[in-house]
Structure formats: C-alpha cells, structure tokens
C-alpha cells in the first residue's frame, strides 16, 4: 500500500493498535512502534487521569481514540473503522493484590475484556496480528522450576484467573479461526514509569523520598517473595518481535534470574546512601490471601526463535529506578 505525498508515492506506515497506552508498557511500546515508523493508535478510558503527563512525550504523535474494555462497542467501532495491521491488547486491572478486592471488575477487564477484542477482531478485522499480555502469575503456585511455555497454570489470585481464561481465549481464537493471536508470558518487568503500588517502585520511590527528607518509613509486606524482574523497554521489543514471526507461537519473556522483595529493598536503599533495615516496616495488610512464593522463567524458546534476551541486570534495573526517583524527589524537594 502506497499512499501519495508531493515527492511521489511513499509506502503506507504500518498501523498499530495499544490498548493500555496510559499504562508503563503502552508507552515503551508507543515509543517503540513510533521510533519504527508505524502510526499508533491507543486506547484510553474517558476516567484515565492526567493523561498529557501519563503519555509524556507520546503526546501529539499516537493517535488517542476513548473507549473502554469493559465495552465492546467502543472497541468494536475503533477497531473496524482502524483496520489496524497489529493489536496489542496490554490493558488489564493489573494489580494481584486489588484483585482481591475487586474480583468481578478484574475478570471483566483482565479476562473478559481480552474476549471482547478477540471477537471484536474477528468481526471486523480478522487479518490483524494480536499481541496478549498474559503473565507468569498464571504459574502461581507453581508446577516446575523454571517455567516455560509448556508448564502448568495454578493461578493463585482472581488476576491470575483472568489471565489464564484471556490465555486460553486467544489459543481457542488462533485455532477457531486461524487468527494470528501470540500469547507473550511475561515476567516481572520494571521501570521508572511502573505504578506506585507495585512493590518495586513503591521501595525505590520511598528510598529516594527518605534520602531527601521527605518520607521517614516505608510500609511492605511479604519480603521474602522471588520475582523474575527486568527491565520493560526490552520486554515491549519482545511483543513486536513476536508478531513479526511466520506463525503465531506463544513465549516466555524472562531474565531467568529470581530475588527476594529484601534483596530489592537492600539494593535501592543502598544506592539511594541508606540502611534499608532502619527504614522499613512490615504490616500484615500488605500480605495477600494466596501468595505466589517463587518464579523464575526460563526464555530460551524466545532466544531461539525470535532472537530475544535481556540485557540490563538486577542491581542496574534498581539503579535506574531509585536514580529517576531521587531526580523526581530532587524536584519535589525544590533541590536544584
Ligand atoms: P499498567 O501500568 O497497570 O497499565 C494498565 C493499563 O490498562 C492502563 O493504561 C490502564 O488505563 C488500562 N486499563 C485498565 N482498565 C481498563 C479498562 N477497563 N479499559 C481500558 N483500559 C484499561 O500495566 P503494565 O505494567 O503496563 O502491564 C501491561 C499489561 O501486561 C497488563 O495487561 C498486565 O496485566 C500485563 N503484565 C504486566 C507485567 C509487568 O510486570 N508489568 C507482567 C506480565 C503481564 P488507566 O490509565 O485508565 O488506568
Ligand atoms: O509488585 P507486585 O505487586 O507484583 P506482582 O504481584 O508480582 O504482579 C506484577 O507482576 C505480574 C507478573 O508476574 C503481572 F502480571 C502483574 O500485572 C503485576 O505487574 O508484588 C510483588 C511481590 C508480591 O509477592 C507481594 O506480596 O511483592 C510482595 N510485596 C511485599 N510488600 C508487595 C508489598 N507488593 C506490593 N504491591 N506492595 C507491598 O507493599
């Protein structure tokens, strides 16, 4: 496809379509796409707050169409009139611990909401590839040590739940109608724009907060959990990569390396010139009902197939985040 310009015919960019563009890997991913030259489309809920300052730099160069998972018509209308080349779906209540709290709204989203875009799809647009996030929460209790695509789910939160169920509906849609739909099992994967109430950006955010007088404790819960945590810009380079292939496959995206919430703690607080043991509390409100204790993936099927590993290492991902951390305390402290 071509379309016309005053130097003649120029290829036509590719287009994608994110949904969860507000959230930490719409915008690596965004940014990602953007920087490859395709026209981006993204999703964004009419109740999404401060968006010019969630998007940052995206803003003016994606184009922002409102709707909502939870609503299939509003998909349904921005997809058949985009006709979009490749579909992320990365919008989900994300947080295990809320869905706990809000079961229902969770499957509605996180589960329900992945079915609405496949149908959605195959309806009105059923040669595009889609991306789903599915995650290493579906292992939970977990039935072997690494795990790999072909590892048992024993999902341990309503999260978990749904993701298994959005798992599941994007294999039954690539057999069903021979849509190309991948699975990408995501790992923890972290970055300055990760939410504050997860655990990683909650200690460093805290830790550059103490350093700088602005906060004297930080509250946690379980210290003693495992994650496999890398660094999101090159998780986003996975999902594009994935869909770039001949046949659509699902695959682990991992370091294949695991720490304790006790070892982040000591690393942040430790760059951030602190004692982590000085500082932090432990209250039981921030244990959840069922724990996933350990996980560790192990990537190689996406080494081998689509080229895929992870570069910056454990003590460097903490040393990112508390350093844009201490930068933004900088600020708020008015410290120039
Ligand atoms: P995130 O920062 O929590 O972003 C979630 C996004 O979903 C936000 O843009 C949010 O919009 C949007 N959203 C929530 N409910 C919605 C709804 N009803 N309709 C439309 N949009 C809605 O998540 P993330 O860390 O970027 O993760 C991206 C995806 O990967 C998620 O599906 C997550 O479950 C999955 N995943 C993440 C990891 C990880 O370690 N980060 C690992 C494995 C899988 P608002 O701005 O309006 O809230
Ligand atoms: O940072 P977390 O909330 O992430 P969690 O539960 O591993 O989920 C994240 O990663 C998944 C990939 O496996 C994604 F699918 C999911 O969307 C999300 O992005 O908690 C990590 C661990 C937990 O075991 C938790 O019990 O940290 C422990 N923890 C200890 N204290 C805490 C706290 N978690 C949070 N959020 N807050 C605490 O104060």
Not at 215 to 236: H, S
Not at 316 to 322: H, K, N
Request: proline share 5%; with cysteine.
């Amino acid at each position: 496809m071509h379309y016309s310009t005053p130097f003649g015919k120029r290829p036509m960019a590719k287009k994608a379509f994110i949904t969860g563009i507000t959230g930490q890997d719409g915008y690596y991913l965004a940014d990602f796409l953007l920087d490859k030259g395709y026209d981006v489309y993204g999703l964004v809920r009419s109740s999404s707050l401060e968006i010019p300052q969630r998007i940052g730099k995206l803003a003016g160069r994606v184009h922002i169409d409102h709707g909502d998972l939870t609503d299939s018509l509003s998909i349904r209308e921005i997809i058949e009139r985009v006709q979009p080349d490749e579909i992320y779906n990365l919008a989900a209540q994300s947080h295990v611990q809320w869905s706990f709290k809000l079961p229902e709204n969770t499957f509605d989203t996180t589960g329900s909401g992945c079915i609405r875009m496949l149908e959605a799809i195959r309806q009105t647009c059923p040669q595009a590839r889609f991306y789903q996030a599915s995650s290493s929460e579906m292992f939970g209790l977990v039935q072997e040590v690494p795990q790999r695509e072909t590892t048992p789910f024993h999902p341990r939160s309503p999260y978990g739940v749904a993701k298994v169920a959005a798992f599941w509906a994007t294999i039954n849609y690539r057999e069903g109608y021979n849509m190309f739909a991948c699975n990408g099992i995501l790992f923890n994967h972290e970055s300055p724009r990760r939410g504050e109430d997860f655990v990683t950006r909650k200690i460093t955010k805290a830790a550059a907060r103490i350093a700088l007088g602005l906060q004297d404790k930080l509250i946690l819960g379980n210290l003693d959990v495992k994650r496999d945590w890398g660094y999101a810009p090159e998780y986003v380079r996975a999902m594009w990569l994935m869909l770039q292939q001949e046949t659509p496959e699902d695959y682990v995206i991992a370091t294949g390396e695991t720490h304790t919430v006790r070892e982040f703690c000591e690393i942040a607080f430790r760059r951030a010139g602190l004692d982590w043991e000085k500082h932090v509390e432990i209250d039981p409100r921030f244990f959840r009902p069922a724990e996933v204790n350990l996980v560790i993936g192990d990537a190689s099927k996406a080494m081998r197939q689509l080229g895929w590993e992870h570069k910056t290492s454990f003590p460097q991902l903490v040393e990112i985040m508390v350093d844009a951390d201490l930068e933004a305390a900088r600020q708020e402290a008015k410290i120039p």
